[in-house]
Structure formats: C-alpha cells, structure tokens
C-alpha cells in the first residue's frame, strides 16, 4: 500500500508562487508515476502534470510555462512549483500515485487578486 502525504499550500496573492511537495511512503515501485490534479470548487477535478519515474513530463497545456514539476533524489517525492499565480488557480490540489491510483488528502491553494 502506498500513502501519500502533501504539503506547501496557502494563501498567496496574484502574481506570487508556491511550491507544493508530496512524500511517498510504503509499497513503492521502482517505476511509477506521480503528480498532480487539482479541483476547484463547482468544477471537475482536471489534470495538473505528471512526472514518471523516469522524468518524463505532462503538463495540462494551460499551464506550461507556470508551473514545473519535478521529482527529488529520493525518487518518492514530487515538487509542483507554481509561479505568476492567477485567482483561477485557487483549488484543492491533490497528489497522485501510479500504479494503484492512491491519492493524497488534499492541499488548499488560494490566490487573491
């Protein structure tokens, strides 16, 4: 089993940045995928990016160019950085571990205009 546990949201205001981390722990498998969804309130929850085990990148195309992720040394941990936040990228941003589709609990970013 995998657990997922997920740090670095607030309160920023327009303009500004933050970088979300998220630390896997448990059964992990040399070759996996994580990243990062979010859901806004009313909305669906969509893509963010995703990194795999080897580096290779997706980015919802809205957001390239803003926001990078990466993965540290450990290979069990992910990085959202987030730059030139907008208001509409207040959401509910939420870790995701593949295989097994396990998801954290849940980070809080709010951004004011």
């Known amino acids: 089993q995998v657990q997922l546990v997920e740090s670095g949201g607030g309160l920023v205001q327009a303009g500004g940045s933050l970088r979300l981390s998220c630390a896997a722990s448990?059964?992990?498998?040399?070759?996996?995928?994580m990243g990062w969804y979010r859901q806004a309130p009313g909305k669906q929850r969509e893509l963010v990016a995703t990194?795999?085990?080897?580096?290779?990148?997706n980015y919802a195309d809205s957001l390239k160019g803003r926001f990078t992720i990466s993965r540290g040394n450990a290979k069990n941990t992910v990085y959202l950085q987030m730059n030139s936040l907008k208001p509409e990228d207040t959401a509910v941003y939420y870790c995701?571990?593949?295989?097994?589709?396990?998801w954290g609990q849940g980070t809080q970013v709010t951004v004011s205009s």
């Open positions: 448990g059964s992990i498998f040399n070759f996996n995928t």
């Open positions: 995701y571990y593949r295989p097994f589709d396990v």
């Open positions: 990194i795999t085990s080897g580096g290779i990148t």
